[in-house]
């Protein structure tokens, strides 16, 4: 049976009229600047529902007896649980006693834990097949030295500042925390797979693209920093697949891929797709980098405490492209171009599917 393809819409009413009554219905994402092509993409085997985009990994999920995700407090975290149950599998959260619980799906049962008291986690662990890592990567060692025997595999979630070249404790943090799963340690069979995602954006508050739209709303002034630097942000949902594709694929063992959208936008392409689709001209005032950051740098010495780190300003100064061919090939990773996926959540803001 056909499932899967792409449609073609014209301008006219009439189509546009037929590509809304299908974009009501199945999962279309239609080409926008910094789109691929120029047509739509149709999946009839992903029904747009409040939180996914598909049903990646979801057959072998729902075999598993339990899975334990860490940091499902979190942005990403929060919708692969509902992913999770979606797909019908019993689901664990490892949280805190501070964690804010509101809006859990139902049904997913919470073990107060904490990663930085191993003790805490033997409960957690019991009975748990696969593991989805999404709390700070830092805390990998713990969880990996606490593991059982029941645990077959671990989907650790880093981040792409592993590659970072600007030195920060921060990205030394990263590169610690995956070099616990790298480096052989304790005896557990479980394998394991990193993922790095870069700037991870979708609906709601996302801390990163969310942001930036609304200062575009709002016609607010917003610092051109870099702007012929090279930007690569991921959808949420293409996360989610790549996180949910990885336990019960043998290629996936022991590996790490780059978790990133379709293709790297400069700073100035990436602020004007935002602004074609809100309907407003962003307005941008030029920023030199270079002084900008000596000048935090020289306030954080002080001991005083900005929005903005110096360490973020010089990161923008750094091209964030990343290879994801392994993660499609492996992975089947196929992620939505920028403007793609955010037309999907303009719409669904909007009240649309």
């Known amino acids: 049976m056909w499932r899967s393809g792409r449609i073609c819409v014209s301008a006219s009413p009439c189509a546009s009229l037929i590509f809304l009554a299908v974009s009501r219905t199945f999962s279309v994402s239609c080409r926008v600047p910094g789109g691929d092509d120029g047509c ?114 671990v989907v650790i979630v880093s981040s792409l500042r592993a590659l970072s070249r600007v030195p920060s ?8 925390g995956e070099s616990a799963a790298i480096t052989p340690g304790p005896a557990t069979s479980a394998s394991w797979t990193i993922l790095r995602p870069s700037m991870i954006f979708g609906d709601g508050d996302d801390r990163n693209i969310s942001r930036l739209v609304d200062r575009v709303r709002r016609r607010a002034l917003i610092p051109a920093v870099g702007r012929a630097r090279l930007h690569q942000p991921v959808y949420v949902e293409d996360v989610l697949d790549a996180v949910l594709a990885c336990p019960t694929n043998s290629r996936a063992r022991g590996q790490t891929y780059a978790i990133a ?16 689709l809100v309907g407003e001209r962003p307005r941008t005032v030029p920023v030199p980098a270079a002084a900008a950051a000596s000048v935090l740098g020289l306030i954080e010495a002080l001991g005083l405490t900005l929005p903005v780190r110096a360490e973020q300003v010089r990161r923008m100064l750094e091209d964030k492209a990343f290879d994801i061919e392994p993660a499609r090939r492996d992975l089947g990773f196929s992620p939505l171009s920028f403007g793609d996926a955010l037309q999907r959540i303009l719409a669904t803001e909007e009240g649309h599917p």
Do not use: K
């Open 40 to 153: 739509c993409r149709l999946d009839l085997d992903s029904a747009v529902a409040p939180y996914g985009r598909g049903s990646t990994g979801c057959r072998e999920v729902a075999e598993t007896q339990t899975v334990l995700v860490t940091g499902g407090t979190g942005y990403t975290g929060r919708r692969l649980l509902h992913r999770l149950r979606g797909c019908g599998a019993h689901v664990r959260v490892l949280a805190r006693s501070t964690s804010d619980l509101a809006g859990m799906p139902e049904h997913v049962e919470i073990i107060q834990g904490d990663l930085e008291e191993p003790d805490s986690l033997v409960s957690a662990l019991g009975g748990v097949r696969y593991v989805y890592h999404l709390a700070h990567v830092r805390f990998t060692a713990n969880l990996l030295r606490s593991l059982t025997t029941d645990v077959e595999h």
């Open 169 to 176: 404790a921060t990205v030394d943090q990263v590169l610690q």
């Open 261 to 276: 959208g379709a293709r790297p936008l400069t700073w100035d392409e990436l602020v004007s797709t935002i602004g074609h």
